[in-house]
């Protein structure tokens, strides 16, 4: 009879009966390596997402993590054996993501840090040790299939590139365990762009035919941003003074360009809270509430026994930036840039295929 490796469990009443529900390691690190390899792709990192979901759990196919699993045993480091198997590719920087999946990106330290060191290097030591055993020879590890990817010359690109893989891996894990814990959650709603696009059109219309001075130069800013939409992706500015529509005029060029290159959805930076909760509430109205996420540290969702099904998407959504419109300030936005937690990490990888507004960027802090 075949050994079977379990990577989690669930309590399960049914009509009064209690038992227990298994989830096997193979169809959990095989579902979470579909979902990272999705999301990398979109970053050219399809192949690198793939082989980090399929081996991030690898050190739960050890004796001391099953009875940890099945029989409330002490804990266990599982995180280090699949970092090892990834090293086998020599790259380094993927076998980081996968070790610190859970408690975070790890410093590198040297080769000089001894055996049990918080660094990446002091735990790679342990492995084959009783802290870390070696994985059970029962157990089928898929081979890993990379390329050698030896870190060469550390860059800010390696390091941002590096938290993006990061993000996919933590956010595609999350999402498989929550689907087996609490089965198909209201994730990923919304509206599609072109949606919001006839929405805002809609309002847009009412511009025309303009009388005002005022108004005319706002119908000129308009017709400017949504004709540039067409261009290529890439950088651009919009100089408007108070009261010229900016706003509004910048949201059309967002919705109009990420229909134009098939992107998934707009962040809008602003400086200040004082702002952002006006600019959401405009959006909300233009849009449906239901299709934007205001995220700030004065925006807080909890999910309790009183939640509404509305608190509970939004909850959901702020976790990974999974929803067409998401408001947030330049501090959550840049912290997260910088971050090495796996919370905060999560909904980096969502930046990719956006379009990213940063209102009054003249404010950002240089530093």
Known sequence: M????????????????????????????????????QFAEVFGAQAEGHEAGVHHD???????????????????????AGAQNIMLS????LAACVMGHHSGLPDFGSTKDPLGAPTFTGRIKKWGTPAIPPLDPDYPIPPVRLP????????????????????????????????????DMPRGT???????????QARLNKWDNPTSELNKLRQQILRACVSAAANPKGIYTLTVPTGGGKTTSSLAFALHHAVEHGMKRVI??????????????????????????????????????????????????????????V???AVQFFESLYANRPSQCRKLHNLAGSVILFDEAQLLPLP
């Not at 020599?90 to 920087?93: E, G, H, I, Q, S």
């Not at 919304?190 to 805002?200: A, K």
């Open 58 to 80: 690898d050190g739960k196919a050890t004796a001391a993590f099953q009875h940890r699993l099945l029989d409330n045993g002490p804990k266990v480091d599982h995180a280090t």
């Open 268 to 325: 809008y930076v602003v400086p200040y809270t004082s702002i952002i909760e006006q600019t959401a509430q405009e959006f909300r109205t233009i849009l449906g509430a239901e299709n934007v996420l205001e995220h700030h540290s004065n925006a807080a969702y909890e999910i309790d026994a009183e939640a509404t099904p509305k608190t509970v998407r939004l909850a959901q959504a702020a976790e990974n930036w999974d929803m067409p419109v």
């Open 148 to 183: 050698q990817r030896p870190v060469t010359r550390p860059s800010l690109s390696e390091s941002f590139r590096t938290r993006m893989l990061y993000s996919c891996l933590v956010d595609a894990d999350y999402l498989d365990t929550e689907q087996f814990m609490q089965g």
């Open 190 to 200: 919304g509206d599609s762009l072109e949606t919001l696009l006839t929405r805002l």
């Open 90 to 93: 020599n790259n380094l920087l």
């Open 327 to 329: 408001v947030t300030t």
């Open 2 to 37: 075949d050994k079977k490796f379990y990577a989690h469990t669930r309590p399960i009443n049914e009509n009064g009966v209690e038992r227990t529900e298994y989830q096997l390691l193979s169809d959990h690190e095989h579902g979470v390596g579909m979902l990272c390899g």
